[in-house]
């Protein structure tokens, strides 16, 4: 958490005029208009994108970043601050953040960890004015929503190869290649500065041009290679390039134009300057931004050496140099990372990848003096590692490099960043896979990790095959009964229970149970585990009468063998909370859950993540009371927390938004309710990916927010694609996919269109009653929304006798007083009360004529 002087400190501190980490003003021509359009969709909106048109196949090169330097440089005396971010990825725009506090604040920022220099730099962008952001090389850009959505004193401009996507108040400019005349003054300038070119140095700058096609990368490469050689003319140049990588199928159009420049520019580079070679083919396997110079710099080898050769490089515009760090274009990384048959050593990308997982393995030797690489080591390097992890070739292994890509993915799974440690788990597994066999312990454990993290990210389809193999092989390998198998069979019945699937879950559960007890006793730690998920499980399947004695049971079993305040014990004394709550017996579930929270913030402290867990817990059931008043500020102040101590778009903090937002709905403030909702579900596309449950419940609770401020003409058609997404993702009866349908159902009847809801509520309720049974709760909800439906269709026939059922199933299975039940007595009375008022209506209407005349 920041601590209070470092919020104060950023509302005082000010950057001096012009504070900036721009590069120098690149030569921009032919981009006039583009510029004049930009200014005025930054004045006039705020944020800005500068995309790339279609006609390029959506690659590199095009010119974006050097329109928006342009852009920066241009009207740099507008601006307080101006701060360049790598934003190729999450961890790169942290990595830009973290060096902005550390201009501001030096000192401060040397002692703080990473996520509290992020925070600073937000927290003073929040106070201060008139700065321009520039997000370069955008891969996502729902990346750039937990800035822009929060930071609006300022100008927020990205450049990215996507065209589509972006926020309805972002304005995009397509960049396309440049025109031919564009094209060819910019070779005459490389080429030939404030000279005046000859006729003939002119035509052949247009062949050439031409040759090129306008792309401007290309051109800027070519003039910094002619420049270089003086004695090579244009025409000779344009010789040289051949034919090479004109083959139909071999790269795209910029691939093949790019590849053909760099086979004449590292042919002149071996000669000048060999060591700037291999840099360049270590460089292609890391991550494209903020590579630092001492990353590239082998051991024995004189650190001046490595600045020549990266100064060598940039004179020949291969890489962008900033004194410590270089960027590399990614298209440029694209072609050398692959095999050139032309290449008098086709081996060298492979030579170049040897050496860059080297320079990390180096670069991660713990500190002198200390047993552990350090957590700055770790971030600096890690996206580093998600690149070669990423583009691993096949049949390579190092063993230090899988344990590093093993370590580096634990950091970002615990960090709730599981979706970007995937790759890194994956290509731990295809290395212990080819070095120990397909089942060794630790590969096992490998392929049970990874099953984990697809599950994490809300790929069931993935992980669950993936999990059923594991356990197949610890089987296999290990027997039936060792502690291994007994885990990997409780994960596949956790990934079953995700995909709503209890019919397998369960019995799963209670198998893995009985071997537990049999193997390691009764009161093991692992034994009241897996009692504890079965207890969960028969939750999910509103089986609470099997549920809550166990959870009981579990409870009072670690009390004793744990101790009152093990951090076990008080998991599960939250799980007995949630299940007496969901029974509707809030009078045990409140003082249990007030319990459990104090204990926490005694035992683990006031911001553990537990302790934010039991607090948002508590937070829920105020509010399933009534009780706003208590629930809507504990919320707040857990997401806060969330906020600070987990980062802002950490699973759990997306899950305290989404209830902060709930609590408003209830309050009947859809005013805060819906911008949060929407910020939710943007952050949740972006760190879980479109179709994990937790995006899809976030697009749910949208549509519902929308239904609830009555824009029918926004709420149907999200509800409809969400309910799409769930039969695609979870199957067509997964609990979710119930729940999804019935509210689309209650949609259709809010719009009046009860001849398209009735029909949805009664398939709804025929599926419940397969899937969940006859008496779960959801069933029972299912059977009281038909019902009200008969009813507003005039079919009191109908629904009067489904009311009654619904009712007596309630006070059967919730009991006489649970809220539940007394909206379905309620429900029944006035059914009732309507039946009866159109029966003595009829009567009415049936008297008998007292013979009076009518006129």
Request: hydrophobic share 35%; with cysteine.
């Amino acid at each position: 958490m920041l601590p209070p002087e470092a919020l104060h400190m950023a509302e005082r501190v000010t950057a001096a005029l012009g504070t900036s980490n721009l590069p120098p003003s690149p030569l921009c021509l032919g981009r006039g208009e583009e510029l004049i359009r930009l200014r005025n969709m930054l004045t006039g909106r705020r944020e800005s994108a500068i995309t790339q048109s279609g006609a390029v196949h959506g690659l590199g090169g095009i010119g974006k970043s050097t329109l928006a330097l342009h852009y920066a440089h241009q009207y740099r005396g507008d601006y307080a601050l101006i701060w360049w971010i790598n934003a190729g990825s999450p961890d790169e725009i942290e990595s830009s953040f973290t060096d902005l506090t550390h201009t501001l604040v030096s000192e401060w920022a040397a002692t703080a960890g990473r996520a509290e220099q992020v925070a600073w730099a937000r927290q003073w962008l929040a106070w201060h004015p008139d700065w321009l952001l520039i997000y370069d090389n955008v891969e996502d850009p729902d990346d750039l929503v937990p800035y822009t959505g929060a930071l609006h004193r300022g100008h927020h401009l990205a450049t990215s190869r996507r065209s589509t996507d972006w926020p309805d108040n972002a304005t995009t400019l397509a960049l396309g290649n440049l025109a031919p005349d564009d094209a060819t003054t910019l070779l005459c300038r490389l080429l030939y500065k404030d000279e005046v070119p000859t006729p003939r140095q002119k035509a052949d700058a247009q062949v050439l041009a031409a040759e090129l096609g306008y792309l401007p990368l290309a051109i800027r490469q070519a003039g910094a290679y002619l420049a270089r050689n003086l004695g090579v003319s244009l025409d000779s140049y344009r010789q040289r390039l051949g034919s090479k990588l004109t083959k139909p199928g071999r790269g795209k159009d910029s691939e093949r134009t790019i590849a053909r420049i760099w086979n004449v520019t590292l042919h002149a580079l071996e000669e000048a300057d060999p060591l700037a070679v291999e840099l360049l083919y270590t460089a292609a396997w890391l991550a494209p931004d903020s590579i630092p110079h001492t990353l590239l710099t082998p051991p024995d080898t004189d650190p001046d050496d490595v600045a020549e050769a990266i100064g060598t490089l940039a004179a020949y515009s291969m890489v962008t140099d900033t004194g410590t760090t270089i960027s590399i274009h990614r298209l440029v990384q694209t072609v050398l990372r692959t095999t050139n048959t032309d290449d008098a050593d086709p081996s060298r990308h492979l030579q170049g990848r040897a050496r860059a997982e080297q320079a990390l393995l180096h670069h991660l030797t713990p500190p002198p003096g200390t047993d552990s690489t350090t957590d700055n080591q770790w971030d600096s390097l890690t996206p580093h590692l998600v690149a070669l992890a990423a583009e691993a070739p096949p049949g390579l292994h190092n063993a230090s490099l899988a344990d590093a890509y093993n370590t580096a993915a634990y950091r970002l799974h615990h960090q709730g960043h599981t979706t970007r440690a995937i790759p890194l788990f994956e290509a731990t597994l295809a290395q212990r896979e080819q070095v120990l066999g397909d089942t060794h312990p630790n590969t096992l454990t490998s392929r049970n990790n990874l099953a984990g993290a697809y599950e994490s990210a809300g790929d069931l389809a993935r992980a669950i095959p993936l999990y059923e193999a594991t356990l197949a092989q610890y089987e296999q390998v290990l027997g039936d009964t060792h502690p291994d198998t007994l885990n990997s069979r409780n994960n596949l019945a956790y990934a079953y229970q995700s995909a709503g699937d209890l019919a397998r879950a369960i019995p799963l559960y209670e198998a893995t149970l009985a071997q537990r007890e049999q193997v390691l006793g009764d009161t093991h730690p692992g034994t009241l585990a897996s009692r504890n998920n079965l207890a969960s499980a028969y939750r999910a399947a509103g089986d609470l009468g099997r549920a809550i004695p166990l959870y009981e049971a579990t409870l009072a079993q670690r009390e004793q063998v744990l101790g009152d305040t093990h951090p076990d014990t008080l998991t599960s004394r939250n799980n007995l909370a949630g299940a007496y709550e969901s029974a509707g017996d809030l009078g045990r579930a409140i003082p249990l859950y007030e319990a459990t929270l104090a204990q926490c913030e005694q035992v683990l402290g006031d911001t553990h993540p537990n302790t934010l867990t039991s607090r948002n817990n508590l937070a829920g059931a105020y509010r399933a009371a009534g009780d706003l008043a208590r629930a809507i500020p504990l919320f707040e102040a857990t997401l806060a927390q969330c906020e600070q101590v987990l980062g802002d778009t950490h699973p759990n903090t997306l899950t305290s938004r989404n209830n902060l937002a709930y609590a408003y709905r209830a309050a009947g403030d859809l005013a805060r309710a819906i911008p949060l909702y929407e910020a939710t579900l943007a952050q949740r596309e972006q760190v879980l990916g479109d179709t994990h449950p937790d995006t899809l419940t976030s697009r749910n609770n949208l549509a519902y927010a929308y239904r609830a401020a009555g824009d029918l003409g926004r709420a149907i058609p999200l509800f409809e694609a969400t309910l799409a997404q769930y039969e695609q993702v979870l199957g067509d009866t997964h609990p979710d996919t119930l729940t999804s349908r019935n509210n689309l159902a209650s949609a259709y009847q809010s719009a009046g269109d009860l001849a398209r809801a009735i029909p949805l509520y009664e398939a709804t309720l025929a599926q419940r009653e397969q899937v969940l049974g006859d008496t779960h709760p959801n069933t029972l909800t299912s059977r009281n929304n038909l019902a009200y439906a008969y009813q507003s269709a005039g079919d009191l026939a109908r629904a009067i006798p489904l009311y009654e059922a619904t009712l007596a199933q309630r006070e059967q299975v919730l009991g006489d007083t649970h809220p539940n039940t007394l909206t379905s007595r309620n429900n029944l009375t006035s059914a009732r009360r309507v039946a009866q008022a159109v029966q003595q209506r009829n009567t009415a209407t049936a008297a008998p004529d007292n013979g009076r005349l009518h006129s």
